[in-house]
């Protein structure tokens, strides 16, 4: 299959006219945690005879959690914002504001929301693993009880100073109080308030509950009127909120890192409200997303170490002639090669020549899904969700639409460009399956990108031997013995061990720590279980693959004794084959040579010779030589 990768090949000023996913994925995300310090939180839990119980208390593995998630994401996504804000402290502190003079009673800005660097990493991690002083003296709970309301207005103020145009802004509350104000019905009422301007403001609330022994953490006591929740959410997941239980044998800190991590990652669509044509005058808009895009490290940048503190470099191009003359933007013009001769073009005919008609998805038809090979697969699918917000009505007819591919069996084919000067392509639309067997993604429709007919080669591939089938079937045993978990395979479970090794050395290498040994591999097979369930059956094909392999080598044996026996015949010598005289090519073999492809099989000499006779130059290399021959052949035949 072809596939040029033209988008990794463009010019810079190329790639501004175009964007693709990667610049919806490092939109910036600003997460602040909100962690209640209280008697309950403070207070270690019961020691058990578990070598994995907690240790720690909810607070310490609170700001453990957020210290991990700060080093993770300082060098995965360093644009991003994070803040930690401790309510129910007997001192506040906002900003600047002094510990005994602050605006908002029992809040205190341990990290004021802003870029990690190394510095509050390293800070942040003396303060928990150290247990330091200064941290005690702000841990002390207050007497009073906090008002949720001037916690969410506090917040409120934070968001809106310091991540104002983020895309993404999320507050993190991490508590284990299912009902801060019981029997106090107006400072119920005001937290609802201060949490519908935070929802109207765009920030979204994420709970972290924690719970202890047999009581569950009641969301209808309090927090059902905190957490808002959008029907038409943009990937339809599901809301459902994780309690991190406390002394199950499972650590608080590993809990919470887990339930973190599944939702520090916002919701980015490939792109918005895109116009679906499925028939004329029936148009209704839909969200892209790509639920799976590979990772890489960030690139390198180039840094100036001539002053106190390193600084960033920025690179700038010259262009310049034969003459080291620096040659101005104007005087630079884009061309293509066409029949040995450049054809320039200006910027707007550039532009024009790109665009294909308007972003959109239009369907062309329909066909049997069975009718789709599995080689048919160019490139990532994108998952497409409706949206009420372009047009109103969009979700009924998209679900309409869902259900009867589903029930016939049959995908439409769509013309699709993702955006403007993108260039179009083919697409079959597939329904998903039932929401139940794909958790992570909801009922809805997949883009599958087509090849054209200019991207499919011919391969020839010679059929290599067949093993016995005795041989199969040893293998058969092997094989189902070495089966995932549910034979299924789980990304979750398996991080990309060069990307986290790369991650590692960056972290221990900004923070002054020492360099691990050797990277944590999850992926390096487990040889000791493989050999309890596959030993006797490894074994026995070994045997039986030595037992055939003599046999082979027996009949190899006997086959050259006979060929040794009788007289072989003479190799006859090949006669030379008869030069033909190029030169004397007519315009019509030449036509049929160029178009097969066959001329570039002419040595030097023989091309020389067809120049010749036909009154054109035959000075130059052997490329120079083919392009007057098709030049010739261009405009005279």
Same mark, same amino acid.
């Given at each position: 299959?072809?596939?040029g990768g033209d988008?990794? %090949? ?23 945690f909100?962690?209640d ?13 578990q070598?994995k ?6 607070v ?7 210290n ?7 060098i995965s ?11 129910? $402290?007997?001192s ?8 005994? #003079?602050?605006?908002? @009673? ?16 390293? %800070? ?16 002390? @709970? ?8 001037? +916690?969410l ?13 983020f895309?993404?802004r999320?507050l993190?509350?991490? $508590? ?5 104000h ?8 005001s937290a ?16 972290? *509950?924690?719970s %202890?022994?047999?009581k569950k ?11 808002y929740?959008?029907? $038409? ?27 973190? #991590?599944?939702?520090q ?5 490939? =792109?918005? #409200?895109? @116009?679906?044509? !499925?028939a ?29 503190? =390193?600084? !960033? ?6 262009? &310049? ?5 620096t +040659?101005?933007?104007?005087?630079v ?10 054809i ?20 062309i038809?329909?066909? *049997? ?13 994108? =998952?497409i969700? *409706?949206?009420e ?9 998209f ?5 009867k ?29 039932? *929401? ?10 997949w883009?599958y990108?087509l ?13 290599g031997?067949?093993?016995?089938d ?7 045993? &092997?094989?189902? /013995? ?13 991080? /990309?061990?060069a ?11 900004a ?6 040994e050797?990277?944590?591999?999850a ?14 059956y ?13 046999? =082979? ?13 009788g ?6 010598t090949k006669?030379p ?8 090519? /007519?315009?019509a073999?030449?036509k ?6 066959? !001329? ?16 054109v130059s ?6 120079d ?6 030049q010739?052949?261009e405009?005279?035949?």
């Open positions: 299959m072809a596939w988008e990794e %090949r463009r010019s810079e000023e190329e790639q501004e006219d175009e964007i693709d996913e990667a610049d919806y994925k490092t939109q910036k995300d600003a997460v602040l909100a962690i310090v209280s008697d309950s939180m403070l207070r270690p839990p019961p020691a058990g005879d070598k119980a907690d240790k720690d208390s909810a310490s593995a609170a700001l453990k959690c957020a991990q998630i700060m080093q993770q994401r300082i996504q360093p644009k991003d914002m994070m803040g930690i804000l401790l309510f129910g $402290t007997e506040s502190k906002f900003r600047s504001d002094s510990k005994s #003079n602050s605006g908002y @009673p029992h809040c205190y800005l341990l990290t004021d929301l802003d870029v990690p660097g190394a510095e509050d990493v390293k %800070r942040l991690k003396s303060m928990v693993e150290e247990e330091e002083e200064e941290l005690d003296e702000i841990l002390v @709970p207050s007497k009073e009880q906090v008002l949720m309301s001037n +916690v207005f506090c917040a409120n103020q934070i968001f809106t100073t310091n991540a104002a145009n895309g993404s999320r993190f509350i991490i $508590t284990d109080n299912d009902n801060p019981s029997g106090d019905k107006n400072a119920k009422s609802a308030v201060r949490a519908k301007d935070l929802y109207d403001l765009g920030v979204v609330i994420e709970l972290f *509950p924690i %202890r022994g047999d953490f009641d969301l209808s006591k309090f927090y059902d009127d905190i957490i929740r959008n029907p $038409t959410a943009e990937s339809g997941l599901s809301d459902a909120v994780n309690t991190s239980k406390s002394g199950d044998g499972l650590t608080l800190l590993n809990s919470l890192i887990s339930n973190i #991590n599944s939702k990652t916002p919701k980015r669509s490939y =792109f918005s #409200n895109l @116009p679906f044509e !499925l004329p005058g029936l148009t209704i808009s839909v969200k892209g997303y790509i639920p799976l895009h590979r990772q890489t490290p960030a690139r390198t940048c180039y840094v100036w170490s001539g002053g106190e503190e =390193f600084q !960033l470099a920025q690179s700038e191009t010259t262009k &310049i002639d034969d003459t080291t003359r +040659v101005e933007k104007s005087e013009k884009k061309a293509y090669k066409f029949g040995g001769e450049y320039y073009f200006n910027p707007e005919e550039i532009k024009s020549l790109k665009h294909m008609g308007d972003k959109g998805l239009r369907v038809g329909f066909k *049997p899904r069975s009718l789709l090979p599995l080689w048919a697969s160019v490139k990532k699918s994108i =998952f969700f *409706p949206s917000e372009g047009y109103v009505g969009s979700t009924r007819v679900s309409a639409l869902w259900q591919l589903l029930k016939s069996d049959k995908m439409g084919l769509g013309w699709f460009v993702a955006r403007e000067n993108a260039n179009p392509i083919l697409v079959g639309i597939l329904p998903s399956q039932n *929401p139940d067997e794909t958790h992570f993604l909801p009922a809805g429709l883009l990108p090849p054209f007919a200019d991207d499919v080669r011919s391969v020839d591939l010679d059929v031997l067949r093993s016995p005795d041989l199969t079937d040893q293998m058969r045993h &092997i094989v189902q /013995n070495l089966q995932l978990p549910k034979a299924m395979y789980n990304p979750a479970k398996y991080p /990309n061990p990307l986290q090794w790369h991650y590692k050395v960056l972290q221990t290498m923070l002054g720590e020492e360099v691990p050797k990277a944590d591999d992926t390096v097979p487990k040889y000791r279980q493989m050999d309890k369930r596959i030993g006797g490894l074994s026995e094909l070994k045997q039986s693959i030595a037992e055939n392999a003599q046999v =082979f080598m027996e009949k190899r044996a006997l086959k050259r004794e006979a060929e040794d026996d007289e072989r015949p003479a190799k006859r006669a084959a008869a030069k033909k005289p190029s030169g004397s090519m /007519n315009n073999q030449l049929a040579a160029i178009e097969q492809g066959t !001329l570039k099989k002419l040595t030097v000499a023989e091309l020389k010779d067809i120049l010749v006779g036909k009154g035959a000075v130059g290399k052997k490329a030589l083919l392009e007057k021959v098709e010739w052949v405009e005279n035949v």
